[in-house]
Structure formats: structure tokens, C-alpha cells
């Protein structure tokens, strides 16, 4: 039996489904279908459910079809346009989520949603009992009465019967009056001409409701209210008009239901429907909160069967079986994340779904139980783990390798790694680490490290954490690892070429970019320090400029105190708001002022030098290693969607080239004593790859001859000789060039060369003349990244484009330039990745003295002996250069220097 002491909860799901949509910014998933609704709508009822948890909660939405409202006033909401597709796409989810959390869901022809609320409100109230509704409607108000209240989940504001007389100045009775008199637009409800919002509230207050309000007509021009002298005659006039909208306005509450208030109650969640929908929408956090309730029926993975070893009995016994496997999970569990400083507490080993046992060698809080010896289980273990015949799979190996290196052992037969295997499998449709990686694999939610360590200053290392928890959650590592890679590999050998990218480009780079991390590049403490106060000082010459030039001092950092400058004293014009309405003070709205305006112009630059300090002189004598003398950075082979490499800790991809300052900074990478520096950069590889991709005959002649490709596209463009190319002529050719490959538009053009619109577009229509295989390409590969869903490199790698097919333009717009723009940027990954594995590995075969130190866009930084530098940059070049067989030479430039900026 219901409880009918506690509230009913009635929500306007119509209301909630458009508030959503609107107001929250548009979220997509992996697979292009679009969940910002979904994600709002649902993320209220879920914090109805837990505000009102043992109550009732009845979501409403309008039927489809029209009402009896249509036929009372057929421009009855005509203006509205039909919902977006994309919302539309959103409804069913919603309709079935809403279902699957175990609550009524009520659609009524003929009737609007406010009018089943209505009904049942009322009923719920003639029985004295309590009614909670939730929406962001105004017109509910007219429901509320002692026992009926408003809550509007999405900004937490509640109506009761005293709170409309505070927010409106009338009782909730007088609301249809109101909405009458003045109208509605959203609704299209006509209300009476000229009757704004004051003037209806001056009528209402004066003489009562409508019914009072035409029953006093000659009352209203004593009303103190302007243009109150001849609103009597108007209002007489547009009677119709003010009956017919109170009718409009009126909320039904007669609807015949199925249901009355003392049936509505919820059923049970359908766990599996919501483990479906929240997999399918990859809502992540509901997904762990769904499995961490236990109740789910799991895959299973989750059941294990998990050893922890202590005795060297157990140890030789799982050695054994080891040694059998055709391919073992393994892992380690350490001291830090940092590969340097990290020791090994323990090693987890896996050899069959469900089958899993954890070594711990080194936990040493107090009570721990007597573990085997760390040095010899590691002499036991080495020659397996530097057997490369042992095949081996693991999740982030790199990482293993390295910690493993610390010990004297070289991590050999690496195979397969989860993390890759996933991220060469779809880069863009989740993260790449374990625990994501289970939940949407596996449906499986893991021990997370904070579950057993804590969280902040008081987390645990992994040596602190008692065995009955370290052991579950290391011997899942293992297990889980090995479970995702019988799920991830073959779909990898069932996808195109993606088995042969994994095999032969992203798994060999696992122990060359462990090498090159752990080698480290040699920093000079000295030069960075000086840099640092020199920046220091040109920062305070600039604040103290800027504020010359505002007039006043303030803070360079405050948004708030900059716009008050910018817009409000100096009166720049405002070129774009931030989402709360005030004036943008970003820095491209800052780029685009500094064009005619002083202060955004210094400002850039305080910005551009405060984060060089901030990032990097300030920072990287920090990140000196104590025992090596060396920064080491840590590369990321699964972040980037396109395949390119990133760093982090030191980030050396964002250090600045164009800048006098940035490249002070690379000076401060140098080479250690009787070494020098060897820089080898790709030559315009994206261009190369575009040239080779599209098969344009002009773009093959100009780099087959060796010309400069943007003179020779100067000469196309602008139709002169080669050698009546400008300086300035080849720069807007290099910005087209340039442009073009990244999906840059005649508006983006514009803004770059600061040219008119329609100069820009005539560039490009002359670009395209000119070199008619570009844009054949271009469309091509629109039209199969439409086809597809996804564009390939030359060498098989996938980008998927969730929104290439998505009912928003712009968002398909943007799609399409990454699919133009993917397969150049993914190949050039794809060949700076294969010519370090020909680099490291011939450096390896011939053992020459020379390492590299860095990768870094299109470029390798070895330390080379001064003795050797030009044998083998000249070899270093060749292998480079002959990584990838294209159409056109790809060329190597490589530069020598006491640092990295001289060899740059």
C-alpha cells in the first residue's frame, strides 16, 4: 500500500526536456549520438529520487499529436519551431530510462502534460494530500494552493503559496488572469495588445482578476499606471482576445487517467536496462555507481579466483605455469608513479580468465606478514621476464618496463598492451586506462587505487596498504588485463589494417620511448634561473605599462577587473560574451583587439611570458632529476586522437619556436661535455603527405623539383612568375597552404591574413584551379568519412568521427575538416613513429655513440659524439627520410649545436 502521509512528486518532463537541451552544453557520445538531454533530464529525476526518497515520482510528458488547444486557437503554438533532430533523437531514451528506474511515465493525447499534472495534483490535494510539482514553468504557479508546491530542480528554487505572492506581487489564483492579460510567446497565447508585463500587475492589484477587471472597466483609468486612461477602451476592444487567452491559459485538471494519486508509486530499477543504456550513452559515472550497488548480474570477469604467494613453494608452483602459458597478464605495483623514482612492492601475474595471484615483496607496514624476498624473486623471475619468447600482455608496459629497469631487468617479450590495443581499436571512444577500459569492455567496475589508498596528502603508498586489500586489488590488475585483451585483439584483427598499425608501429615504440624517457636530456639549472629573473623583470615593465595605459592599476589576472577596463572605461567594442552575458576577455578576443588597441596588445604578451615563466623557467630546474642530472618526461602513445606522441612533466611539445623567449629555453637543453646536439626535422611532411594523398599533379612537380612549395604556390595563386614571388605573397601562400590542410574556411583565412571575406574565398577558388587534386581529395574524403564513419592513414590507422553524421551543422562541419585533416596528421605520426623504431634500432645494431634525447612534432633530438656528428646525422637523415615510400622525396633537415635551439 502507498503511504499517503508522504508527497507526490509530479514531474513536467516536457518542461525539463527542452530546459535541458538548451541550457547544458551538447554532449555526444563515441558513436555520435547525442546525450546532453538524456544526461540532464534524468540527472534531475535521479536527484528527485534522492531528495523524496521513499515518495512517488511520476514524470509527464506531452503525447504527440495536437490538443484540445489547437482547436481553440489554431496559431495556438505556431510560432514554436519542430524540435530539433537532435533533441528529438533523445526523447526515447529518455521515455525507457525513465521506465528502467522503476517510475510511472504518463503521455495522454489531447492533452498537455501540464494538464495531466494539473488533474492529478488536484486530486492528490482535494484528498489533503501533498503534491510536489517539479518543472521551470510560470504557468504551474496557478496549480499551487496549500498543499501544492513548486520546485524547480534546475535552480533549486521553491514556490509555495507565499513565495508566487513574492515573485509575482499576486496569489497563484490570479496567475491564468495574468497570463491573460499579458500574454504568453512562448505559447503564442495572444493575451490583450499593449498590456505588458507592469501594466497587468497594476490591473490585477488595482481591481482583482479578469472577471473583476471587465466588471470595473471605468475603474481603470484611476489606476495609477501609464497609458491607464485609455486602457479601459482597449481592453474593452480586445475582450475576445483576453477571454480566449484565459481559456488557453487555464490548466486543465479534469483529464480523464487511468491512474489516480493513491496508484502512482515505482516499481524496482531494471538494472539490466539501465546497465544497457548507461553502457550505450557511456554515462561512466552512473555505470560505477550501477555496478558498485553489486546488484547487477555482472560478465565473469568480475569472479576471480586469486592467490596471494608467500611461500617459495607457491612461487615455483605459479613460475611453472608461467613458463606453460602461451601468453601472461602481468604487472607491477610500486612506490611512486613517477618511472624513476618507483620501486617494486609487488608483481601480480595472470594466466587464465579468473585465474591470478599477486607477489608482494616489499609491504612493510606495521603487523605485515613475512613476504619473500624482493631481490631474489626478481633473480628468480628475470630470465622469464627477459625471455623474449615469453609472451607477455600487460596495460601501460611502458611503465613496466621502466620500473623494472630500476632493478637491473629488461622487460623483453612484450606482445600485446591493453592500453594500445583499445587505443588503436578507437582512439576516440573512451580513455584508454583500466578502469575505464573494464567498464566499457568488460561491464566490470575494478578496485579503484583510491578504494584501498584514500585519497589527498593521507593517500597510502602501495608498500603502506594491508595485504587483504593490496593482494584483491593488484591479482585484478592482472586479471582484468588479460580478460581485455581477449576481448580487444580480436576485434583488432577483424578491423582493416589495425592489427598491423598495433603490431608494427605502437607496440615495438613501447621499450625505444621507455629508453628514451629514462635517458633523460641534460638541462642547465644556470641558464633557466636567468631566464626566469629577466622574465620577471620584463613582467613588471608590462604590468606597469598596462596600467599607464588603463589609467589606473589593476589586476592583469582578473577577467573581471580587465573587462571593467577593457569594455566599460576604455569603451572597446565588445567582440564576444561569456555564457553568464559579460564581455569575453579571452585571448582571441584579445589577438583580434591588439589589432587596433594598445593595452590587449601588451596584455597578450604579459599573458604569453607569465605562463613561459610560470610552465617552464620557473618549473624545469625543478623537475631536474637529483641522481642523473636530467628532465624526464614521460610520452604518451594513447592521448591524442590522431596518433600523434604527447608529453607530459615536462610537456616539450608546448615549449615556443617563434619566440625570441621560447627559444631561450631550448638553449637551456644542452649537450653534455665531448657531445653535441643533432636536431632532425621532417620538411613540410603534412604538406608532402597531402601532395602524395591527393595526387595533384602540381603539388608532385613543385616538391619532385625541390622548389619552395609555397613560392610555387604564390606563382599559382596570384599568377606571376616564380621569381616575382613577394615575401609577402609567400606568407599568405604558406597560410593557404597551411590553412587549407586543417579545414580552414574563407572566414578563417580572413582573420589570419587580415584580408575581406570575399579576397580570401577568391584565394582559395584560385588554390583549387590550380591544384584540382586537392579538392578532389578534400571531397573524397568527405564522402567517405560520411560512408565510413571513420578516415584512415596511409598505413591503416583509424580515426573515428562520432559527429560526421550528426543533425547539427556545425558540428558536422567540424568533423569533416579533422576528416580532411586526420589522415595527413595521423600519417605524419605514423612515419615519425616508424623512423624512431629505424633510428633506435640501428643506433642499438651498431652501437654507435650516440642516443636520442627527444621526439618532439616532427623532429628527433639525439646527443651525438662531437667526434661522429657528421656520420651519423648524415645516417640518421637517410633512415628518417626513408621511413615512409610516398610520391614525393620526404626530406630531412638536420641541424648541430652545442643546444637544442643552435641544432634547431
Not at 1 to 6: E, R
Not at 509 to 537: F, H, M, N, W, Y
Not at 546 to 563: E, I, M, R, T, V
Amino acid at each position: 500500500m502507498a503511504d499517503n502521509t508522504l508527497p507526490i512528486v509530479l514531474v513536467d518532463g516536457s518542461s525539463y526536456l527542452y530546459r535541458a537541451f538548451h541550457a547544458l552544453p551538447p554532449l555526444i557520445s563515441s558513436k555520435g549520438e547525442p546525450t546532453g538531454a538524456i544526461k540532464g533530464v534524468i540527472s534531475m529525476v535521479k536527484r528527485l529520487i534522492k531528495d523524496y526518497p521513499d515518495s512517488p515520482v511520476a514524470v509527464v510528458f506531452d503525447a504527440k499529436g495536437k490538443t484540445f488547444r489547437d482547436e481553440l486557437f489554431d496559431q495556438y503554438k505556431a510560432q514554436r519551431p519542430p524540435m530539433p533532430d537532435d533533441l528529438r533523437a533523445q526523447v526515447e531514451p529518455i521515455h525507457s530510462l525513465v521506465r528502467a528506474l522503476g517510475l510511472p511515465l504518463l503521455c495522454v493525447p489531447g492533452v498537455e502534460a501540464d494538464d495531466v499534472i494539473g488533474t492529478l495534483a488536484r486530486q492528490a490535494s482535494e484528498q489533503g494530500r501533498a503534491v510536489v510539482i517539479s518543472t521551470g514553468d510560470k504557468d504551474m504557479a496557478q496549480l499551487v494552493n496549500s498543499h501544492t508546491t513548486l520546485v524547480n530542480t534546475m535552480t533549486g528554487s521553491v514556490l509555495d503559496e507565499a513565495g508566487v505572492r513574492e515573485k509575482y506581487g499576486f496569489t497563484p489564483d490570479l496567475m491564468i488572469d495574468f497570463l491573460a492579460l499579458m500574454g504568453d510567446k512562448v505559447d503564442n497565447i495572444p493575451g490583450v495588445p499593449g498590456v505588458g508585463e507592469k501594466t497587468a500587475l497594476a490591473l490585477l492589484q488595482g481591481l482583482g482578476g479578469l472577471e473583476d477587471i471587465y466588471g470595473n472597466l471605468d475603474k481603470v483609468a484611476e489606476l495609477e499606471f501609464r497609458g491607464a486612461k485609455s486602457m479601459g477602451a482597449k481592453l474593452e476592444k480586445e475582450r475576445d482576445k483576453a477571454l480566449l487567452s484565459y481559456e488557453l491559459a487555464t490548466i486543465k485538471t479534469d483529464v480523464e487517467l487511468e491512474l489516480t494519486p493513491q496508484e502512482l508509486r515505482n516499481g524496482e530499477p531494471d538494472r539490466e536496462a539501465l546497465l544497457e543504456w548507461y553502457t550505450r550513452l557511456e554515462f561512466k559515472a552512473w555505470l560505477e555507481e550501477l555496478l558498485g550497488e553489486g546488484e547487477v548480474a555482472q560478465p565473469e570477469a568480475v569472479q576471480g579466483d586469486y592467490d596471494i604467494v608467500f611461500t617459495q613453494e607457491a612461487l615455483d608452483a605459479w613460475v611453472a605455469r608461467l613458463e606453460q602459458a602461451e601468453v601472461f597478464a602481468f604487472d607491477t605495483e610500486t612506490t611512486s608513479l613517477n618511472y624513476m623514482e618507483a620501486q617494486i612492492v609487488g608483481l601480480s601475474f595472470a594466466v587464465q580468465a579468473g585465474e591470478a595471484a599477486y607477489v608482494p615483496l616489499a609491504h612493510d607496514y606495521p603487523g605485515a606478514p613475512e613476504q619473500l624476498e624482493r631481490d631474489a624473486v626478481l633473480a628468480q623471475l628475470r630470465p622469464l621476464l627477459e625471455d623474449e619468447s615469453a609472451a607477455k600482455v600487460g596495460q601501460n608496459l611502458k611503465y613496466d618496463a621502466s620500473v623494472l629497469a630500476n632493478h637491473g631487468i629488461t622487460l623483453r617479450g612484450i606482445r600485446f598492451d591493453t592500453m594500445l590495443e583499445s587505443y588503436v581499436l578507437d582512439s576516440v571512444a573512451t580513455r584508454h586506462d583500466m578502469d575505464s577500459l573494464a567498464l566499457k569492455y568488460l561491464g566490470h567496475k575494478t578496485i579503484h587505487f583510491e578504494d584501498i589508498a584514500g585519497k589527498g596528502a593521507k593517500q597510502l603508498t602501495f608498500n603502506q596498504i594491508p595485504l587483504e586489500q593490496a593482494g584483491p586489488y593488484a591479482a585484478e590488475d592482472a586479471d582484468v588485463t588479460l580478460r581485455l585483451h581477449q576481448v580487444l585483439w580480436p576485434q583488432l584483427e577483424a578491423e582493416g589494417r589495425l592489427a598491423d598499425v598495433f603490431r608494427d608501429i605502437e607496440l615495438p615504440l613501447v621499450p625505444v620511448l621507455s629508453r628514451i624517457e629514462r635517458q633523460g636530456a641534460l638541462l642547465s639549472r644556470e641558464l633557466l634561473q636567468r631566464q626566469s629573473a629577466d622574465l620577471g623583470k620584463r613582467l613588471q615593465a608590462l604590468e606597469a605599462e598596462a596600467h599607464d595605459l588603463a589609467g589606473q592599476p589593476f589586476n592583469l589576472g582578473s577577467p573581471k577587473q580587465l573587462g571593467e577596463i577593457l569594455f566599460d572605461k576604455l569603451e572597446l567594442p565588445v567582440i564576444r560574451k561569456t555564457p553568464k552575458g559579460a564581455p569575453s576577455t579571452s585571448e582571441e578576443v584579445l589577438v583580434e583587439l591588439a589589432l587596433d588597441y594598445p593595452l590587449p596588445k601588451v596584455l597578450l604578451e604579459y599573458r604569453s611570458l607569465s605562463k613561459l615563466k610560470s610552465t617552464y623557467t620557473d618549473k624545469l630546474p625543478e623537475m631536474i632529476n637529483p641522481k642523473t642530472g636530467r628532465v624526464h618526461t614521460s610520452y604518451h602513445q594513447a592521448v591524442a586522437a590522431t596518433g600523434r606522441l604527447s608529453s607530459s612533466d615536462p610537456n616539450l611539445q608546448n615549449i615556443p619556436i617563434r619566440t625570441e623567449e621560447g627559444r631561450r629555453v631550448r638553449q637551456a637543453f644542452i649537450a653534455p661535455k665531448g657531445y653535441r646536439i643533432v636536431a632532425a626535422d621532417y620538411s613540410q611532411i603534412e604538406l608532402r603527405i597531402m601532395a602524395h594523398l591527393s595526387g595533384d599533379k602540381g603539388l608532385l612537380q613543385a616538391f619532385k623539383e625541390g622548389q619552395d612549395v609555397h613560392r610555387a604556390t604564390a606563382s599559382e595563386v596570384f599568377d606571376i612568375a616564380l621569381d616575382a614571388v613577394t615575401a609577402e605573397q609567400r606568407r599568405k601562400a604558406k597560410a593557404i597552404n597551411f590553412g587549407l590542410i586543417y579545414g580552414m574556411s574563407a572566414f578563417g583565412l580572413a582573420r589570419q591574413l587580415h584580408l575581406g571575406r570575399n579576397e580570401a574565398q577568391a584565394y582559395i577558388d584560385r588554390y583549387f584551379e590550380r591544384y584540382p587534386g586537392v579538392q578532389d581529395y578534400m571531397d573524397r574524403t568527405r564522402g567517405l568519412a560520411h560512408e565510413r564513419g571513420y578516415v584512415e592513414t596511409l598505413f591503416g590507422r583509424r580515426l573515428y568521427l562520432p559527429e560526421i553524421n550528426a543533425r547539427n551543422k556545425m558540428r558536422v562541419q567540424a568533423a569533416e575538416r579533422t576528416a580532411i585533416n586526420a589522415p595527413m596528421q595521423g600519417s605524419a605520426a605514423d612515419i615519425i613513429k616508424m623512423a624512431m623504431l629505424a633510428v633506435y634500432g640501428w643506433l642499438q645494431a651498431e652501437r654507435v655513440d650516440a642516443r636520442i634525447i627527444m621526439q618532439v612534432h616532427d623532429e628527433l633530438v639525439l646527443e651525438v659524439a662531437a667526434g661522429e656528428v657528421d656520420a651519423i646525422s648524415g645516417q640518421v637523415c637517410e633512415l628518417m627520410s626513408g621511413a615512409a615510400s610516398l610520391d614525393v622525396p620526404l626530406l630531412v633537415e638536420a641541424g648541430v649545436g652545442d643546444n637544442w635551439d643552435e641544432a634547431h
